[in-house]
């Protein structure tokens, strides 16, 4: 049986529900992109699926479907100086607190991937271990997250070549390790990730 025939449409049959998730917590480099997304209550794709277990590929064709389909969405982006200055598990938040505000639909309960959240704006929430492999939404707001951001990586490493961002997206690969001592950080580092092996060539 396919993982996504265990993702349910919805908690609240009777409410508009937001799915948000983030992509980016763990890279050295680039933003965390947050998503949040209103589905149809009826909404099924046989390709989604918690973005992590999708191909590219599958991502890239939901992508469209999703935008399409969803009674709204909303995608942001929290700089890796802005990660540095409220940390990352902050940064995520933020992001999806602000993606949140930006649908034009407004919704009256969100489902949270994750186990932290903040409350803002009155807003009625549920966290969700592992959501994006439970709730369609949050999984459809995982594929926003991850491609916009894979999107942003591949256009960033057009600038900065030497360190592979369009093949590692800023994870602390080998690549991309080597490629820090050899060329050193970027302003788009974020400064608060260093791995100890590089303190000598920080900032």
């Known amino acids: 049986m396919r ?11 009777d ?3 937001a799915g948000c998730d983030e992509a980016g917590r763990g890279p050295l480099a680039g933003p965390v992109f947050a998503a949040a997304v209103i589905l149809p209550k009826d909404f099924h ?3 989604l699926n918690d973005s992590k277990k999708m191909t590219e590929k599958a991502r890239e064709l939901l992508r469209p479907i999703i935008e399409k389909e969803a009674l709204s969405w909303a995608v942001e982006e929290v700089s890796a100086e802005e990660i540095d200055t409220i940390n990352i598990l902050n940064a995520s938040i933020t992001g999806m607190q602000r993606a949140v505000r930006r649908l034009s639909v407004k919704p009256e309960f ?12 009155g807003y009625a929430y549920q966290c969700v271990v592992k959501g994006d492999a439970k709730f369609a939404s949050i999984a459809a707001a995982s594929v926003l997250a991850k491609t916009y951001r894979d999107e942003y990586m591949r256009k960033l490493a057009q600038e900065y070549p030497q360190y592979g961002w369009e093949r590692n997206m800023g994870y602390p690969t080998k690549e ?7 060329h050193g950080y ?5 400064k608060s990730f ?5 303190e000598p060539t920080l900032f």
Do not use: M, S
């Not at 993982?3 to 049959?13: A, I, S, T």
């Not at 489902?111 to 803002?120: Q, T």
């Not at 260093?194 to 590089?198: A, F, G, I, P, V």
């Open 186 to 190: 970027t302003p788009h580092h974020r």
């Open 3 to 13: 993982d996504e025939l265990h993702l349910l449409n919805c908690l609240h049959e």
């Open 194 to 198: 260093h791995l100890k092996q590089l």
């Open 110 to 121: 969100l489902l949270i991937d994750g186990n932290r959240f903040k409350p803002f704006d």
């Open 176 to 182: 991309h390790v080597e490629a820090i001592i050899e």
């Open 15 to 17: 409410l508009i529900e």
């Open 45 to 47: 794709h046989p390709l």
